[in-house]
């Protein structure tokens, strides 16, 4: 083999396998959610398939005549990683689910062989290569700094360009299928191995056929979400929008002012308690989504202007193209990170920010901290407010932390609740936490009182009586050198 086609085979199967660990997150984010956990598992399973895939191969280059190796190799391998596509859908819906077993299970099914035959590549292609025992160092430095070129090359593509730009499904599909195609022909052009090649051939075919089989269950895909809308049967104009595990947003299409989800029923109250009769209110929300509280305001706060810093710009479209919103003046949507976009809105003008950007298991930590809550704080009124939705579980370590963090930064906080979420510590309830904090006092009684005329039951703790801090207790304030929110958060338990 030549030193440039041994060269070229190192670079495209070390990228491979780096399009398939970037890819893999996005196919494992509708059933383990996006976290650091996620990544973390990704990450340790495919390096533990390079190792034992470089050590294999190795072996296996050893004992058989690595020139009839190297074709089926890049085959399987492909194959596999069109196969991994229908194991996590499939495997996926059982093992919902955002804990490390999990998250490892379900990595190490779908994607631990692929990265292993894949790198069992390199180590045939050296044995290849090692006609003189004098060159060994060369020979194995080159291919090995060329292997590692070609996996910082796939990683950029597809983090930048693929992505962005085209599903995932489809992506990995192209990848795989183009390496099966250069290993059945890599096969059929081995010395001796022809008489094998046509059930190599028909064999990675029908494997990677398999993953055809599988639409997945995005209905929308961007970079960031796998997205699906639902309609509510029991309200026709209903729509759910849901991103990767969560429930995220519900709209109704005929009437703005309807508000499903309780803690959004909760939020409206303290918006209520805060700007009475309707007042038209200066107000920012972090997240858009289905671009729920926007119209909320528009219907039920005439002359609120809002500004919506929505990461996703898919989320954007959609709410415009399947949910019903119509942008108007009253509304500007600015799409990018909302800790870089709040930073570039005017201080002090802002009579309410709305936080509604934490969406179960996936929690962007740097909105969590001291440091994002004091950039909040700078973009308020004097006597401006921040309402924030939450989700904690289990001991709620993450609800007791951002409690605390924002504690330090306002003079008053309330966080309202059912009260068995309140409980001890070791209490397994949780769920949403809607968090009210302002340099001025909350009215904590008249959201109670507009709580309880709704029905609802909601109980509430605050900095005014010191029921807050109890709940506290001694959890640290989150700051950006030191905020481990996906080891704090606890999700809701699969059933």
């Known amino acids: 083999m030549s030193s440039r086609a041994a060269a070229s085979l190192v670079f495209v199967t070390s990228a491979a396998v780096l399009v398939l660990e ?3 997150g996005r196919l494992l984010a509708p059933y383990v959610g996006v976290t650091l956990e996620t990544f973390t598992g990704i990450i340790g399973t495919i390096l533990a398939g390079i190792s034992l895939g470089a050590w294999l191969g190795g072996r296996a280059a050893d004992r058989a005549d690595p020139g009839r190796l190297l074709g089926p190799l890049i085959a399987v391998g492909g194959a596999l990683s069109m196969l991994s596509i229908p194991i996590v859908d499939t495997l996926g819906a059982g093992l919902r689910g955002g804990d490390a077993v999990t998250i490892v299970t379900l990595t190490t099914l779908g ?6 035959v894949l790198s069992a590549v390199s180590p045939v292609i050296v044995k290849l290569r090692l006609d003189d025992l004098g060159e060994t160092g060369a020979i194995v430095g080159r291919l090995s700094a060329i292997g590692t070129a070609g996996a910082i090359v796939g990683t950029f593509v597809t983090g930048f360009v693929l992505v962005s730009n085209f599903p995932t499904r489809p992506t990995l599909r192209g990848v795989a299928g183009g ?3 250069l290993g059945v022909v890599l096969a059929f052009r081995a010395p001796g191995s022809r008489s094998r090649s046509p059930q190599l051939a028909v064999a990675a075919v029908v494997l990677s056929g398999l993953s055809l089989l599988s639409t997945g269950p995005c209905e929308f895909e961007s970079p960031y979400f796998c997205a699906t809308i639902e309609v509510d049967e029991a309200r026709p104009s209903g729509r759910v929008l849901r991103l990767d595990t969560l429930r995220h947003s519900y709209v109704d299409l005929d009437d703005p002012s309807y508000l499903e989800f309780t803690y959004a029923q909760t939020l409206s109250d303290v918006i209520a308690a805060t700007y009475p009769d309707g007042e038209a209110i200066d107000a920012v929300h972090i997240g858009g989504g289905g671009f729920t509280f926007p119209r909320y305001l528009r219907a039920e706060h005439p002359g609120t202007v809002s500004t919506v810093l929505e990461l996703d710009p898919l989320l954007v479209q959609l709410s415009i193209d399947e949910l ?5 003046g009253d509304v500007r949507i600015v799409t990018g990170d909302a800790r870089l976009t709040l930073a570039d809105l005017p201080d002090g003008e802002a009579d309410l920010v709305i936080g509604d950007a934490f969406g179960g298991v996936s929690v962007p930590w740097h909105l969590t901290t001291e440091e994002f809550i ?8 004097p006597d401006g407010t921040y309402a924030l939705n939450m989700i904690d579980y289990g001991p709620r370590d993450f609800a007791r932390a951002e409690l605390a963090t924002l504690a330090a930064v306002f003079e008053h906080v309330a966080a309202f609740t059912p009260a068995e979420r309140l409980g001890p510590r070791d209490d397994s309830e949780g769920g949403n936490f809607v968090i009210v904090a302002s340099d001025s006092p909350i009215d904590v009684a008249g959201i109670l009182a507009r709580n309880a005329a709704r029905g609802d039951d909601e109980a509430a703790i605050s900095t005014a009586d010191g029921s807050l801090r109890a709940f506290v207790g001694d959890a640290a304030v989150l700051i950006d050198d030191d905020a481990p929110v996906d080891q704090l958060l606890t999700p809701l338990p699969e059933a």
């Open 22 to 24: 970037t890819l893999a």
């Open 111 to 116: 994607f631990f062989a692929p990265a292993a």
């Open 179 to 181: 390496l099966v195609v």
């Open 324 to 328: 019903g919103f119509v942008p108007g």
């Open 374 to 381: 004091r950039l909040v704080k700078a973009k308020l009124r």
